[in-house]
């Protein structure tokens, strides 16, 4: 039994090395293309206050960097907006959507499902 010891040991952490460059290649390909869903959410950081806050004031950078992204890549919005990073953050989902409408922005996808929510 202690000389299958290596061999299981080598063939889980090849298991563990083969999955993590799966998770990594998913996180490349997904909603944000390729890049990563937390270094979306981080690019988003000032609207943390008015995706918590309907009535909070959504300042100009917010604003410019979600036009930004509903340009290249809109559904890298929702993505974020639904994300567990972002729950953990205190953005309640609801509010959250209504910031290109919040903002003003012309070519919001409005009447878009986001999950359960529509865009406005």
Same mark, same amino acid.
């Given at each position: 039994? =202690?000389?299958?010891? /290596? @061999? +299981?040991?080598?063939? %889980?952490? #090849? $298991?563990?090395?083969?999955?993590?460059?799966?998770?990594?290649?998913?996180?490349?390909?997904?909603?944000?293309?390729?890049?990563?869903?937390?270094?979306?959410?981080?690019?988003?950081?000032?609207?943390?206050?008015?995706?918590?806050?309907?009535? =909070?004031?959504?300042? /100009? @950078? +917010?604003?410019?960097? %979600?036009? #930004? $992204?509903?340009?290249?890549?809109?559904?890298?919005?929702?993505?974020?907006?639904?994300?567990?990073?972002?729950?953990?953050?205190?953005?309640?989902?609801?509010?959250?959507?209504?910031?290109?409408?919040?903002?003003?922005?012309?070519?919001?996808?409005?009447?878009?499902?986001?999950?359960?929510?529509?865009?406005?």
């Amino acid at each position: 039994m =202690a000389s299958n010891m /290596p @061999t +299981c040991f080598a063939a %889980v952490m #090849a $298991l563990m090395l083969v999955s993590q460059a799966f998770v990594q290649e998913a996180n490349g390909a997904g909603e944000c293309g390729k890049t990563p869903i937390q270094s979306a959410a981080a690019s988003l950081s000032s609207c943390l206050s008015a995706a918590g806050n309907a009535k =909070a004031k959504v300042p /100009p @950078t +917010c604003c410019t960097k %979600v036009t #930004a $992204l509903i340009n290249t890549a809109p559904k890298c919005l929702c993505a974020v907006v639904l994300s567990p990073l972002a729950k953990k953050a205190g953005i309640k989902p609801a509010i959250a959507i209504t910031i290109p409408k919040r903002c003003n922005i012309k070519n919001r996808p409005v009447g878009k499902k986001c999950g359960s929510y529509i865009i406005p």
